[in-house]
């Protein structure tokens, strides 16, 4: 399973844009990259998934280099609300399940 | 409700007790997995059931831990002799395919201190 990188903690304040980049070198062919979400006591909750260039949902948008090696989560406009811990993954999707691997994460913290 | 339920929410256990956790999935959702997270980490796999069939069961840390699915819908995580390592935030997910295609849908965990 290829192995990602992301920093420990991030800071930001209410309105403006956050960029967290996760570093995934040894990313394979059949690989897609996925982030999560996770509150205080709750499980993680899934934000986007992509394989390559960009994808936009209603909550976030997701860049992806040509090389893939690395991928940058953008939140516009972050709010009080979005303070939470953000894992970068990394994994294909294979026959028979497809099991997660969580890093410690980003620590997000929104301030006014 | 829709999403994924886990009760109990909370678990206070002695050491050397045995201990049962829930795990409803959503509805017609075909892959369910066990997480454990301890605390300021990540979570962990644990488990994999495809329907009935526990598929991968390689992040099991010891034989004390079992899990089941017999009907396919809820399961049960079962921790037998418990040990005060075993106290962490154990978390269920389901998805709607067994290609990894769709996301998994997390519960908000039992937590289970161990005394």
């Known amino acids: 399973l290829a192995k990602t990188t992301q920093p420990i903690s991030m800071d930001s304040y209410e309105g403006q844009e956050v960029n967290i980049t996760c570093s995934h070198n040894?990313?394979?062919?059949?690989?897609?990259i996925t982030w999560y979400q996770q509150f205080p006591s709750q499980g993680p909750r899934f934000i986007i998934q992509?394989?390559?260039t960009k994808v936009t949902n209603e909550v976030a948008s997701l860049f992806i280099p040509a090389d893939r090696k690395s991928s940058t989560l953008s939140l516009p406009r972050v709010s009080l609300s979005d303070t939470a811990v953000y894992y970068c993954l990394v994994g294909n999707s294979t026959g028979g399940g497809n099991k997660l691997t969580f890093g410690t994460g980003t620590q997000l913290k929104v301030e006014l | 409700g829709a999403g994924v339920s886990q009760s109990p929410r909370y678990k206070v256990a002695k050491r050397g007790q045995d201990v049962a956790l829930r795990c409803d999935p959503i509805?017609?959702?075909?892959?369910l997995f066990w997480y454990q997270q301890a605390l300021g980490q990540g979570p962990e796999f644990l488990t994999y059931?495809?329907?009935?069939?526990?598929?991968?069961k390689s992040g099991l840390p010891s034989d004390r831990f079992f899990a089941e699915r017999p009907e396919g819908s809820v399961s049960t995580l079962k921790i037998q002799r418990t040990q005060q390592e075993d106290s962490a935030v154990y978390l269920c997910a389901s998805s709607l395919d067994d290609r990894g295609l769709q996301p998994q849908h997390f519960g908000d965990g039992t937590r289970l201190s161990i005394l």
């Open positions: 059931f495809q329907n009935e069939a526990q598929l991968d």
């Open positions: 992509g394989y390559k």
């Open positions: 509805s017609g959702h075909v892959s």
């Open positions: 040894n990313i394979a062919t059949n690989d897609y």
